[in-house]
Antibody
Framework: QVQLVESGGGVVQPGRSLRLSCAASGFTFSNSGIHWVRQAPGKGLEWVAV????????YYADSVRGRFTISRDNSKNTVFLQMNSLRADDTAVYYC???????????WGQGTLVTVSS | DFIMTQSPDSLAVSLGERATIKCKSS????????????LAWYQQKPGQPPKLLIYWASTRESGVPDRFSGSGSGTDFTLTISSLQPEDVAVYYCQQYYSTQRSTFGQGTKLEIK
């Protein structure tokens, strides 16, 4: 069965960095795009970034462009989200989801919580 | 940029009654070359990730009960639950995936039992 498992969340001070991972199984990972979506406490869903199946296309929300970098390692079935210069308003549960460019998200992970606080 | 606006923000419906949630896009999500609306609906229960319910505006995901249906085209869409069940209490989100470079969600509609 399709599984997406996020890891790497935690408490970090403003201005510091964190790297999230999304480990995939149960499908042909190298054929699938992957998105990151976040949800601040008590708030709605915010799309963050997407990477195409081969890593050749990467797109970001305005709120994170220049600070976050999405990448993937198809040999390890894993997508990464490198988050630099973290701010308090980056505090959220971060989900990874399967979906190609211009496609719906059919599977989601359980999420990992990132808290940015001094 | 696409702005997705849902209405209402919250909704209370009696068990067995119909629930209707609207989603309006600031731009059309209908792609003329394939006549598909790039619009999805998700359900999120507390402490859980979102779950895909409907894609291409009206196609029900496998395993989703047939009391859930989606309709609409262009900029105006509707999610309908024909007969509300206790397990349908959740927050519902619409999403446009027309934009290759930036997907967008509506603000969410909280559905409760009256």
């Amino acid at each position: 069965q399709v599984q997406l498992v996020e890891s790497g969340g935690g408490v970090v001070q403003p201005g510091r960095s964190l790297r999230l991972s999304c480990a995939a199984s149960g499908f042909t990972f190298s054929n699938s795009g992957i998105h990151w979506v976040r949800q601040a406490p008590g708030k709605g869903l915010e799309w963050v970034a997407v990477i195409s199946y081969d890593g050749s296309y990467k797109y970001y929300a305005d709120s994170v462009r220049g600070r976050f970098t999405i990448s993937r390692d198809n040999s390890k079935n894993t997508v990464f989200l490198q988050m630099n210069s973290l701010r308090a308003d980056d505090t959220a549960v971060y989900y990874c989801a399967r979906g190609d460019l211009a496609y719906y998200f059919d599977y989601w992970g359980q999420g990992t919580l990132v808290t940015v606080s001094s | 940029d696409f702005i997705m606006t849902q209405s209402p923000d919250s909704l209370a419906v009696s068990l067995g009654e119909r629930a209707t949630i609207k989603c309006k896009s600031s731009q059309s999500v209908l792609y003329s070359s394939n006549n598909k609306n790039y619009l999805a609906w998700y359900q999120q229960k507390p402490g859980q990730p979102p779950k895909l319910l409907i894609y291409w505006a009206s196609t029900r995901e496998s395993g989703v009960p047939d009391r859930f249906s989606g309709s609409g085209s262009g900029t105006d869409f509707t999610l309908t639950i024909s007969s509300l069940q206790p397990e349908d209490v959740a927050v519902y989100y619409c999403q446009q995936y027309y934009s290759t470079q930036r997907s967008t969600f509506g603000q969410g509609t909280k559905l409760e039992i009256k």
